[in-house]
Nanobody, 124 residues
Framework: QVQLVESGGGAVQAGDSRRLSCAASGRAFETYVMGWFRQAPGKEREFVAAIRRNQFITYYADYVKGRFTISRGSAKNTVYLQMNSLKPEDTAVYYC?????????????????WGQGTQVTVSS
């Protein structure tokens, strides 16, 4: 089992920055990829970014590329999502997820563990 706990959400203004954190515990060493997804009201959950736990390889959705940066802590059990130049359309619940095996890192169905989510609200 891997437990994931997100933090850092809140209400911001358009153009502001925010950093989300995800702390992994349990059998976190088995994780291959950690990712961030988001879900806005009435919409499907969508991929935001992902990072391989043991390599400096990152993946981004086109709609956040250049604005968001995913990184991991030195202990590899914490993942961050630095969000800059936030837009109202970035408003969503942001979820951290852990994937144990290689594959399509952009697909939500391939992730094995999920956090409870943290709300980010961007007002114009």
């Amino acid at each position: 089992q891997v437990q994931l706990v997100e933090s850092g959400g809140g209400a911001v203004q358009a153009g502001d920055s925010r950093r989300l954190s995800c702390a992994a515990s349990g059998r976190a060493f088995e994780t291959y990829v950690m990712g961030w997804f988001r879900q806005a009201p009435g919409k499907e959950r969508e991929f935001v970014a992902a990072i391989r736990r043991n390599q400096f390889i990152t993946y981004y959705a086109d709609y956040v590329k250049g604005r968001f940066t995913i990184s991991r802590g030195s202990a590899k059990n914490t993942v961050y999502l630095q969000m800059n130049s936030l837009k109202p359309e970035d408003t969503a619940v942001y979820y951290c997820a852990s994937r144990l095996n290689p594959g399509d890192v952009r697909g939500a169905t391939g992730y094995d563990y999920w956090g409870q989510g943290t709300q980010v609200t961007v007002s114009s």
